[in-house]
């Protein structure tokens, strides 16, 4: 589980009580101390009920273990738990929020912008749907079938009226589809996904935006998940030519919770116009919300928000810059050459039938069998003796459609099928053996 964080947070926490040197001393009485040590003893006990995220065999949902820095930083910053709420709460570690989600803005091409940090994507989904609610009155949002399904619960929350568009065959928003509902006149906010939560998806966000030629709504982008791939230099032309253009979409959503190293509790929405601050609060000029002395609280639907989130995001960016060639970016395209090598092992093997070739780090797979029935239950059986193995894969319920080598591919129906989420840079050396144990657990001798 790495304890380096805990070597790195010791001399942190010794600087940071410096800092505060002059108070008289407030301390746990030890007889309180002994209490809360028994009890921690018994969290730690339940914890081991988990599966082992951390660990490279752990390569089945969407959970990447924070980096060292980011475990210590925001342990740091709790010992004083700013609140990034406002100032007075949160005087520094709102500064360093302003200056982490710049650093996110300028990765996407953005210098001048509004954007803070949010619990998750969830809510930096909501308040970007919010805002694009209030510029197109009595207007949809449109959202591809695999979008994230929060984005129709939102729409619902938000009084929207909301429609989901057909895919291709690789799980991307079939375009046609969208210019068919732009025609009717009635769409406000297209919802392009950049690195859909089951298959890894890129939705064609350049022919999206080509659209604006002839029609009139704004686009959203959700890389909840795949914002990052921004700074990949191994993606394949399709996606590279959806993530060259997102500066020029209006709004922006990406979790640094998801793949930038952080502990839960970290989403970031993104405006390319500073003066969508107007929806926050109406009676500030917008020049207020570029200007330094920004108050968080002002431009944030939520109040009170973990300032450690902002000093952990600030902390790991600051030793591993947002750059393309840097190391944050190498550590993305070592879990997309590891979903890359087992794509093609999974082709090359008559057992299973692959799904669409990886456009991040996400790998699905059925079962070949002769039923989508039989299919989906070999899969469920694959999925337990793997785990009985130590190796933890995820299920996914996907469009038969999306397995094109299936003899049930155009039954119409829905497959249960394995999926891998190889979001780990270790996960490039751990393929070979992750392959290995998914062979032994479909075997059936
Ligand atoms: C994970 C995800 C979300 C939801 O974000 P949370 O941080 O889980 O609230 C939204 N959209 C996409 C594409 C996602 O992958």
């Not at 010992?79 to 007075?88: C, E, I, K, R, S």
């Not at 939560?197 to 890389?223: C, M, N, Q, S, W």
């Amino acid at each position: 589980m790495s304890e380096h964080w805990l070597e790195l947070l010791g001399p942190a926490l010794e600087r940071l009580e410096g800092e505060f040197a002059g108070l008289p001393e407030a301390r746990l009485e030890p007889a309180a101390m002994e209490r809360a040590r028994a009890v921690l003893d018994e969290a730690a006990r339940r914890l081991g009920e988990n599966f082992p995220y951390f660990h490279p065999l752990y390569a089945g949902q969407m959970l990447k273990p924070p980096h060292p820095a980011a475990r210590a930083a925001y342990a740091l910053a709790m010992g004083l738990n700013p609140n990034n709420h406002a100032l007075d709460g949160g005087r520094a570690s709102s500064r360093m929020e302003v200056e982490a989600v710049r650093e996110i803005a300028r990765m996407f091409g953005w210098t001048e912008f509004l954007g803070h940090l949010t619990s998750g994507g969830t809510f930096a989904n909501l308040e970007a749907l919010w805002v694009g609610g209030q510029m197109a009155p009595g207007k949809k949002v449109v959202a591809s079938e695999q979008a994230h399904y929060t984005h129709g619960r939102i729409s619902a929350v938000l009084k929207l009226e909301f429609a989901s568009l057909e895919t291709d065959a690789r799980g991307r928003m079939d375009v046609s589809a969208l210019e068919a509902a732009l025609q009717a006149g009635d769409v406000g906010t297209v919802v392009a996904t950049l690195g859909t939560t089951a298959l890894g998806a890129v939705d064609p966000l350049d022919e999206i935006l080509d659209l604006r030629k002839r029609y009139r709504f704004r686009v959203h982008v959700d890389a909840a998940y795949g914002g990052y791939f921004r700074l990949v230099s191994t993606l394949g032309e399709e996606a590279r030519r959806a993530f060259d253009r997102i500066s020029e979409a209006d709004s922006i959503v990406v979790d640094p919770h998801k793949h930038g190293l952080q502990p839960y509790g970290c989403g970031c929405v993104l405006f390319r116009d500073p003066a969508m601050g107007r929806w926050y609060k109406h009676d500030s000029p917008y020049t207020y919300f570029t200007s330094n002395e920004l108050h968080l609280g002002e431009i944030s639907l939520e109040c009170s928000r973990a300032g450690a989130s902002a000093v952990a995001l600030w902390t790991t960016q600051r030793l591993l810059p947002l750059v393309p060639g840097g190391e944050f970016a190498r550590g993305l395209e070592q879990g997309r050459a590891a979903a890359l090598r087992l794509h093609e092992r999974i082709a090359g093997d008559a057992q299973f039938v692959a799904g669409p070739k990886p456009e991040l780090d996400i790998v699905v797979w059925a079962v070949r069998a002769g039923s989508l029935a039989e299919s989906s239950q070999r899969a469920q059986e694959i999925f337990d003796r793997a785990a009985e193995g130590g190796l933890h894969l995820a299920l996914a319920h996907l469009p038969a459609r999306f397995f094109a080598g299936a003899e049930w591919a155009q039954s119409g129906g829905t497959v249960t099928c394995l999926r891998s989420v190889l979001m780990k840079p270790e996960h490039l050396s751990w393929v070979d053996e992750i392959w290995e144990r998914v062979g032994k657990a479909a075997d059936r001798g």
